[in-house]
């Protein structure tokens, strides 16, 4: 076997395992969306902030994140449905990170949320989460 394919052999599996774990951090990530609509439904914010990475809690304290999450709820109301519009996966320096986009409708309105996860073994960790909607300043 020449070098010239072992080469192309070993580059081939690589971006095959690569795809593979890549794809399984999404699905984690998915799942964790899936957890923070349930808590956010039962307004179990504390629940949502304590099992949030330490990056998110420094850059927004509990009681300020609880305020803005309620006004969220509030202001848009029930969540009702999503159709997912894009998704990342990064891996740097053995740190996977997913991005998830969603198209969102609530009770009141419709919102473009962005969840960004910390991937930690088979559990995907809050790091960011931004919602947009024209009803959280009308309303």
Known sequence: MSSLFRTFLAVATLTILSACGLTKGKEIATKSVETFRQQFSESKFAEIYSAATPAFK???????????????????????????????????????????????VFEQGSAVETFTFIISGDSAVLQGYNVNSPALIIN
């Open 58 to 104: 420094a850059s927004v304290n509990e009681a300020n994140f609880t305020k803005f999450i309620q006004a969220v709820q509030r202001k848009l109301g029930a969540y009702k449905s999503s159709t997912q519009r894009g998704w990342k996966v990064n891996s740097i320096n053995g740190t996977t990170s997913v991005v998830l986009n969603y198209d969102s």
